[in-house]
């Protein structure tokens, strides 16, 4: 009886030919989206590449991010992806300092990023586990251990 190898062979044989396919992508792989620069009376249409890891993954031959993704579970490959993922996620990140930033948020909170806001009360304090609040006995501020 032969043996037989489950599931479908690996599309690269190694990260050097990954490598090439994914520089290839950044080169001259990516969609461009048109976009109009400049004031109204001197304004311009120019063509800016938009990297994406939808786009990247499809680019590679991948049928899903899904299997992009699990490419970066073999040893061999997890350094290589995880940089053109890197590589893509400071494409958003720039797009942060531009007056239209949701679609940016959006897709780096997909990337593992938090939205996290961190509020100041006057009069709290925190110290470890302890919350320290002002409060008034007989007219006299003081502080009391609080919850």
Same mark, same amino acid.
């Given at each position: 009886?032969?043996?037989?190898? =489950?599931?479908?062979?690996?599309?690269?044989?190694?990260?050097? $030919? &990954?490598?090439?396919?994914?520089?290839?992508?950044?080169? #001259?792989?990516?969609?461009?989206?048109?976009?109009?620069?400049?004031?109204?009376? #001197?304004?311009?249409?120019?063509?800016?590449?938009?990297?994406? %890891? =939808?786009? &990247?993954?499809?680019?590679?031959?991948? $049928?899903?991010?899904?299997?992009?993704?699990?490419?970066?579970?073999?040893?061999?490959?997890?350094? =290589? %992806? /995880?940089?053109?993922?890197?590589?893509? $996620?400071?494409?958003?990140?720039? &797009?942060?300092?531009?007056? #239209?930033?949701?679609?940016?948020?959006?897709?780096?909170? #997909?990337?593992?990023? %938090?939205?996290?806001?961190?509020? $100041?009360?006057?009069?709290?304090?925190?110290?470890?586990?302890?919350? &320290?609040?002002?409060? /008034?006995?007989?007219?006299?501020?003081?502080?009391?251990?609080?919850?």
């Amino acid at each position: 009886m032969a043996d037989y190898i =489950t599931g479908r062979p690996p599309k690269y044989k190694n990260k050097d $030919e &990954l490598q090439k396919k994914i520089t290839e992508y950044f080169e #001259n792989g990516m969609r461009k989206r048109s976009v109009v620069v400049g004031p109204p009376a #001197n304004k311009s249409i120019v063509e800016i590449p938009v990297p994406t %890891i =939808t786009g &990247l993954a499809l680019f590679l031959g991948f $049928e899903s991010r899904q299997s992009f993704y699990d490419y970066e579970k073999n040893a061999e490959f997890t350094y =290589t %992806i /995880k940089k053109s993922r890197t590589f893509i $996620e400071r494409e958003y990140e720039e &797009l942060l300092s531009t007056g #239209n930033v949701t679609g940016a948020i959006f897709a780096l909170k #997909n990337m593992g990023w %938090i939205d996290k806001t961190i509020s $100041e009360i006057p009069g709290i304090e925190k110290i470890g586990e302890i919350v &320290l609040t002002s409060v /008034k006995k007989n007219g006299k501020n003081t502080r009391d251990k609080g919850n």
